[in-house]
C-alpha cells in the first residue's frame, strides 16, 4: 500500500529496478507477494506497487480467472518460494465482468475461449443479481471476493498454507484513473450483504 500511495502521489522510488538487483535475484528469489491480477494492459502491478525485479511473483488473467494453472502458480509460490502473501487484484469497469453481463442479459455465449473467462465469472454475477446489485464496480468487487474464495477452496496447500498462519490471502481493486488500490472484503457473502444493505 505504500508502494502504491508513492505510485498515486507521483513520488515513486522505482525500486529494485537496476543491474545490482538483477545480478542479485539472477541465481533465485524471494518475492513477498503473489499477485493474481487481471491481464489488462493498464494494471501492471510492479509499476502500481512501485517494485521491482523479485518482488511481486505475478500472474495474470482477464477478470483474475482462476484454473489450473494459475493454482498452480500459487501453490508454487506459497509452497516452495515462501511467499507469505496472496492478493487477487481487480479493477472498476473490468472487461471481463463486463462481456459476462453481456452474455448473461443477451444469451449469447462468446465465442472461442473468451467463454471460459465468462464462464469463470457468471457464478459472481449470480451472486450480485441475488442480492439486488447492479452497479458494474460492486459486482467487480464481489467477483474479486469471490475469486479469493474460489482460490481458497480450490487448493488444499493454499488453504493450508492459510490454516498454519504461513500465508494471507485478501482481494484488493484498483481505480484506472485515480492509481488507488483499496482493500476488498475477503468474503464473498460478507461483501454482498454489505452492498444490499447500502442500497
Do not use: K
Not at 64 to 72: D, F, N
Not at 93 to 122: F, K
Amino acid at each position: 500500500m505504500a508502494g502504491n500511495r508513492r505510485f498515486v502521489t507521483d513520488t515513486a522510488w522505482h525500486p529494485n529496478q537496476n543491474a545490482g538487483r538483477r545480478a542479485a535475484v539472477a541465481g533465485e528469489q524471494h518475492p513477498f507477494a503473489v499477485i493474481v491480477g487481471c491481464s489488462d494492459s493498464r494494471l501492471a502491478a510492479e509499476i502500481i506497487f512501485d517494485r521491482g525485479l523479485g518482488d511481486l511473483f505475478v500472474v495474470r488473467t482477464a477478470g483474475h480467472t482462476v484454473g489450473p494453472e494459475v493454482l498452480g502458480s500459487v501453490e508454487y509460490a506459497v509452497s516452495v518460494l515462501r511467499t507469505p502473501l496472496v492478493v487477487v487484484l481487480g479493477h472498476d469497469s473490468c472487461g471481463a465482468v463486463q462481456a459476462a453481463r453481456a452474455a448473461l442479459a443477451t444469451g449469447a455465449a462468446p465465442t472461442g475461449h473468451l467463454g471460459a473467462v465468462v464462464d469463470a465469472v457468471v457464478p459472481s454475477l449470480r451472486q450480485a443479481q441475488a442480492a439486488g446489485v447492479n452497479d458494474l464496480n460492486e459486482i467487480v468487487d464481489i467477483h474479486i471476493a469471490q475469486t479469493v474464495t474460489a482460490m481458497l477452496g480450490s487448493s488444499a496447500t493454499l488453504a493450508a498454507e492459510v490454516s498454519a498462519g504461513r500465508c494471507a490471502v485478501v482481494g484488493m481493486s484498483y481505480r484506472l484513473a485515480a492509481g488507488e488500490v483499496r482493500a476488498v472484503a475477503a468474503e464473498p457473502a460478507e461483501l454482498v450483504a454489505e452492498l444490499a444493505s447500502a442500497a
